[in-house]
């Protein structure tokens, strides 16, 4: 019902940045919170921010907070991640989900999810 496509990742020095984009196809996106988490080798799977349908909830990791904006473009059934000011920390794959339910987000699970970009910050 609903597919995710991200991109836009790639290699940047540290405090610099970049700006994620996934696009989701399928009407069943119509209505859904959307959102980011990332994987990092021997990390676990860490949810970076979610935003409802409205967007009159947002939600960010304490980790990236004050850095990183979820935004979304409703029209464009795109949700955007930007992230600045980067630490060699933020090294990982990202991926956007979908789910019906923004706490469902929120708390890591999902209904759909792309196939992440990598993001990879050196020093």
């Known amino acids: 019902q609903v597919q995710l496509v991200e991109s836009g990742g790639g290699l940047v020095q540290a405090g610099g940045s970049l700006r994620l984009s996934c696009a989701a196809s399928g009407r069943t996106y119509i209505g859904y919170a959307l959102g980011w988490f990332r994987q990092a080798p021997g990390k676990e799977r860490e949810t970076v921010a979610a935003?409802?349908?409205?967007?009159?909830?947002?939600y960010y990791a304490d980790s990236v907070k004050g850095r990183f904006t979820i935004s979304r473009d409703n029209a464009k059934n795109t949700v955007y991640l930007q992230m600045n000011s980067l630490k060699t920390e933020d090294t990982a794959v990202y991926y956007c989900?979908?789910?019906?339910?923004?706490?469902?987000?929120?708390?890591?699970?999902?209904?759909?999810w792309g196939k992440g970009t990598l993001v990879t910050v050196s020093s």
């Open positions: 989900n979908a789910d019906p339910r923004y706490i469902t987000v929120v708390r890591g699970g999902m209904d759909a």
């Open positions: 935003i409802s349908w409205a967007g009159s909830s947002i």
